[in-house]
């Protein structure tokens, strides 16, 4: 025994006489890379949403009947905007050069990018911000990478990482923002780029610390649903059930966009002249529906509290779709995940009123991902993304969901660049 002890103490000193050695990544070059454009991300984000709130207040006060020619003159200003400076594109140009354009994203779109959504945004318009943060947080990665000549998958990391940290800022969740722009690049059923996963990780996990000092943006969920306890093995029975329904809707926007698209497309005129017309029709429908207004981040919360008509619900349902798919055709830029939550949020509270002995949080969030998980067939990171922004500690219920929903999505993707692998 006192033979066995005196070996162990000589294995301890042995241990404790060499010297402290870190993970390889930690403090080296890469690292400090990632961390700096994680920064970068947090502060860029924290701007814009201080500048986008700021125009949205001044324009909120333009309400009632105002609010058409207030939608119709931003779409104007948006498209002279666009078609003066130049086309940033949409999300399908930021996955093309991800892809195909060895992960670069052109800086040169930012100024337009960011211009012509925040006066799409601010002005009441059916997308969000995550479009422009990831343009402009991806194409900073881009330019960062190249000031410290990285080629290869090196450069295309930083612009993922990018990416990531816009994501990032808008979620408020590190992890299902990183993997969100991992996932969103994918194709048929292969996720992509997994060696951009740790930067991604780091630059999300400082772009959020700064991005929170700056915003003040608080730790806990965005939406508050009430407090789940699942109390029946058929729970999942449920989620699966309600997350077919949310993807019919999901099909339904995704050839109601296809339509505006095809009836845009037709129109012969300028960009500005198709942004003020999208403008107008945009305006008519928060005329009669006010909460159909803005991207969903507080509405959805409106929506929560309120105690709506079942009729009532189906018609915001209807024109929300509508909404989206107009202001994504019509030239406004922005992104349509936050506003897909939103409808899936109004088909959970319709789902609600004809079942309403079965959980409202179950309902609402397997909705929320399955419409999310049909169009951006993002299913790992929208399970991920929703348990953050709402609480709902169960990531089985909304994985069941999110699958369903990616599951019986379309075969042609809404994203097209997610269509099949072809040579880089």
């Known amino acids: 025994m006192k033979l066995k002890r005196r070996r162990k103490l000589v294995t301890y000193l042995n241990i404790l006489d060499q010297p402290i050695q870190f993970n390889p990544f930690v403090f080296s070059r890469k690292f400090i890379l990632w961390a700096l454009l994680g920064l970068f991300g947090g502060i860029i984000a924290s701007v814009y949403w201080i500048v986008l709130e700021f125009l949205t207040h001044q324009l909120s006060f333009f309400e009632g009947w105002l609010v058409i020619p207030t939608m119709a003159i931003c779409g104007l200003l948006a498209g002279l905007v666009i078609h003066f400076i130049g086309d940033p594109g949409e999300i399908h140009l930021i996955v093309n050069n991800i892809r195909f354009n060895k992960g670069r994203l052109d800086p040169k779109n930012n100024p ?41 998958e090196e450069l295309r990391s930083m612009s993922i990482a990018g990416m990531a940290s816009g994501f990032t800022a808008l979620f408020g969740a590190p992890l299902g923002g990183s993997l969100f722009s991992l996932e969103i690049l994918h194709h048929k059923h292969a996720v992509e780029y997994y060696k951009a996963i740790i930067p991604a990780f780091v630059a999300s996990s400082f772009s959020y610390i700064i991005f929170a000092l700056i915003v003040h943006l608080g730790i806990g969920p965005t939406w508050n649903l009430p407090s789940y306890e699942m109390q029946d093995k058929f729970d999942f029975a449920y989620a699966i059930l309600f997350a077919i329904s949310a993807t019919f809707v999901g099909w339904l926007f995704i050839f109601c ?117 049909c169009v951006t067939r993002t299913p790992m990171s929208t399970t991920i993304l929703l348990a953050t922004l709402t609480g709902f500690t169960y990531f089985i219920p909304i994985l069941f969901a999110s699958l369903t929903g990616y599951f019986l999505a379309p075969r042609i993707p809404f994203i097209s660049s997610q269509m099949e692998n072809i040579d880089e």
């Open 257 to 373: 966009t296809k339509f505006f698209k095809s009836a845009f497309g037709k129109l012969q005129a300028p960009i500005y002249v198709k942004t003020t017309i999208g403008g107008i029709a945009l305006g008519i429908i928060v005329f009669y529906l006010p909460i159909t207004r803005y991207f969903g981040h507080h509405e959805i919360s409106e929506l929560l509290v309120r105690d709506y008509s079942v009729s009532l619900l189906i018609a915001i349902l209807a024109f929300k779709i509508i909404a989206i798919a107009i202001t994504v055709t019509s030239g406004w830029r922005g992104g349509f995940i936050i506003p897909l939550f939103f409808c899936g949020a109004t088909l959970g509270l319709i789902i609600h009123q004809f079942l309403p002995s079965i959980s409202l949080s179950l309902t609402i969030v397997s909705c929320m991902a399955a419409i999310n998980a």
């Open 112 to 152: 337009s990018m960011v211009l012509s959504s925040l006066l799409c945004i601010a002005s009441g318009g059916s997308l969000g911000p995550e479009a422009p943060l990831v343009q402009v947080t991806g194409s900073t990665g881009t330019w960062l990478g190249k000031l410290f000549r990285l080629k290869g």
